[in-house]
């Protein structure tokens, strides 16, 4: 599905999201090793990193709150999905829509948006995409995602479109994810280590940590929380039921 040459929106954002707006997303705390993954250049066609594009999509009231830090209001969120355990790549993982470029896509906005509908059932008519982030490199699937940062002015209902594909399709509450007590840094078994997220019943962990941690550290909303706090990768998804 083709949304026919999506633009990004340069006005009438509302104030609450400025910040995430206008600035790249930040690691202050030197625990976010995913925002400075890039991919090499490679000759052989058959090791080049393939395109990818996702659709970071905030939504909440359009009015700022002006008693909390930012002016978060209380009903902001973020469109998650839970990867089907079944699948080849990232089984499990918690992640935002999207996917590969695909023939048919005008660019990262249209692949995000895409790739939303298809998963989610999403319908790309509410949707305000504006920023896009410099690609990240995500090493075990060699893809180079571009993150599409948007925000859901008229939101829909959204749905596990194919079980196949996805476990759950959320909308996890800001609040949630700023608050210090579901915060920690993960150490993976092969060394790894990153910010993560415990939130409803999930692990947000990876690329997907990554990106919200660096968006929120530029946010205004932001809580300090302990970046001193590491904690087991294998030990912290047993904790919600889920393995590597």
Excluded: C
């Amino acid at each position: 599905m083709s949304s026919g040459r999506p633009r990004l929106v340069t006005d009438d954002i509302p104030q609450w999201l400025r910040g995430v707006a206008e600035h790249e997303p930040a690691d202050p705390a030197g625990v976010n090793p995913v925002l400075k993954r890039t991919a090499t250049k490679i000759a052989s066609a058959a090791l080049r990193p393939r395109e990818a594009a996702v659709l970071v999509l905030f939504g909440g009231s359009p009015e700022p709150d002006p008693t909390t830090p930012g002016g978060l209001p209380a009903d902001a969120d973020v469109l998650l999905t839970q990867r089907a355990a079944t699948l080849r790549q990232h089984r499990g993982q918690v992640a935002f829509p999207g996917g590969g470029v695909e023939p048919g896509d005008d660019g990262p906005i249209d692949t995000a948006l895409r790739e939303a509908w298809e998963e989610t059932g999403l319908d790309p008519a509410g949707v305000e995409p504006f920023a896009v982030l410099p690609k990240i490199f995500v090493p075990p699937s060699r893809f180079d995602v571009t993150p599409v940062v948007a925000y859901w002015r008229t939101p829909g209902e959204v749905r596990v479109v194919s079980e196949t594909e996805a476990a759950r399709v959320v909308r996890v509450p800001i609040a949630d994810l700023i608050d210090p007590a579901n915060r920690f840094v993960v150490r993976h078994p092969l060394g790894y280590m990153g910010p993560a997220f415990a939130v409803d019943g999930m692990l947000v962990w990876g690329f997907t940590a990554g990106v919200l941690a660096g968006l929120l550290a530029v946010s205004g909303w932001e809580r300090d929380w302990d970046h001193h706090d590491v904690r087991d990768l294998q030990a912290s998804l047993a904790a919600v039921g889920m393995t590597l």
